[in-house]
């Protein structure tokens, strides 16, 4: 068995079982992409089992802490089962929910979702790339599914030196044809098609389900009357707000608008809308930059009750931070300034490089430059079938609040 060891006091974090080595933190000790390394301390005392990356700064990733432990197919078999089993602990009420965490779930680099009958898999660490033959079947095992769908094209392979590959890991469907990669997931009490082999991350944000039930709820309660929904993607939030109307008798009169500068995006937003029901009159959808559509609504005079902005990533990484900073500055300028007393603002950090306490000083700063104050009602997370464990507090990289403006 290779070893790294490390330099003197950079076992520290290993001792918490943060599982990242980084590149800076190891004296001696090289291996295959991939393979399985013993890690030990600059005395020589074990600290923990990791899979190696020669080309990442996370040089790397811990699989287990604890000696005596074979990293075989057993062992990744017994961990698919495991976080499958988990997402029982949670009131999941969708169809649509994350089955695999990375490193939450013991499974550094890997991301599974599941739509209805169907895994969608990211690897994107040398580690779970080795051993991707046995996490495919040990997930169809684990779930009793027959299909998976590979989606490993995002960032974080080029920084493990993979190249990106997407396409049917188990179970093709008959025909090949693209149709065979739109899946519709059953959400509270409505319905949500997407696209597995183009949405975003694996197909969909299935990490706001909970902040789109809440926003339904907001909506009932409060009888919105003028609705925006910036970087609105394929409409999970404007669904959202037209269900809690419709429960609440509200729905005639009101309008929603949806911005987002994806043509193909917005195309299956307004199929989202018809697929529940609603009339395409119901909702406008603009194909727009969501900045200069907020400054255009500010001259105009339009103002709202309701917005929800839930942009992309930003910030990556911390170096990515203070440009970052300065983007979700503007857009929340902009919307708190759009918004009517007594609206209310859902905002939201997708970003890694963005923690909760810098998120909040940066919307308070929005809010200065605006001259406008607001109640943080709630903070908004992931939903709990995206966990962030104790020993891995990396894990909560969505953050949101929930402003009602003074």
């Not at 299935?206 to 993607?233: G, I, T």
């Amino acid at each position: 068995m290779k070893i790294l060891r490390l330099k003197p006091g950079k076992e520290r974090s290993l001792a918490r079982r943060h599982p990242w080595i980084f590149e800076s933190a190891i004296a001696r000790g090289s291996a295959d992409a991939g393979e399985t390394v013993r890690v030990e301390s600059h005395e020589g005392q074990f600290l923990a089992w990791a899979a190696f990356s020669p080309i990442s700064k996370i040089r790397a990733r811990a699989w287990s802490f604890v000696e005596a432990q074979r990293i075989d197919a057993g062992f990744l078999a017994s961990l698919c089962k495991k976080a499958v089993d988990a997402r029982s602990l949670f009131d999941i009420r969708s169809d649509g929910m994350r089955l695999v965490h990375g490193e939450a779930d013991g499974l550094p680099g890997l991301i599974v979702d599941r739509y209805g009958d169907t895994l969608v898999a990211q690897f994107l660490s040398a580690g779970v790339e080795r051993w991707k033959d046995v996490l495919a079947d040990a997930l169809l095992k684990a779930t009793g599914l027959a299909r998976l769908y590979e989606r490993s094209d995002a960032n974080g392979r080029e920084r493990e030196g993979l190249k990106p590959v997407t396409g049917w890991l188990r179970g093709a469907d008959e025909g090949g044809g693209s149709g065979d990669t739109v899946r519709a997931i059953r959400e509270h009490g409505w319905q949500l098609s997407l696209d597995i082999a183009t949405g975003h991350k694996t197909g969909f944000y299935l990490d706001q389900r909970d902040s789109r039930q809440r926003f339904a709820e907001l909506a009932q309660h409060r009888k919105f009357r003028r609705v925006l929904n910036c970087f609105c993607y394929t409409g999970g939030f404007t669904v959202a707000a037209l269900a809690g109307l419709k429960a609440a008798g509200a729905l005639e009169g009101a309008e929603l608008t949806s911005v987002d500068s994806s043509l193909p995006a917005l195309e299956m937003a307004r199929a989202n809308v018809a697929l529940n029901g609603f009339e395409a009159a119901d909702t406008r959808f603009l194909d727009a930059d969501v900045n200069a559509t907020l400054r255009r609504f500010i001259e105009e005079g339009q103002t709202f009750d309701a917005i929800v902005l839930d942009p992309p990533k930003f910030a990556p990484t911390i170096a990515h931070a203070e440009r970052a900073a300065r983007a979700y500055k503007d857009i929340n300028r902009l919307a708190l300034k759009l918004l009517v007393p007594g609206g209310v603002l859902l905002t939201f950090s997708c970003s890694g490089g963005i923690g909760a306490d810098l998120f909040h000083k940066i919307v308070a700063g929005a809010g200065i430059d605006a001259g406008v104050d607001g109640y943080i009602s709630e903070r908004l997370g992931a939903a709990p079938d995206h966990p962030m464990t104790i020993e891995f507090p990396e894990g909560e990289y969505l953050k949101g609040l929930l402003v009602v403006r003074k």
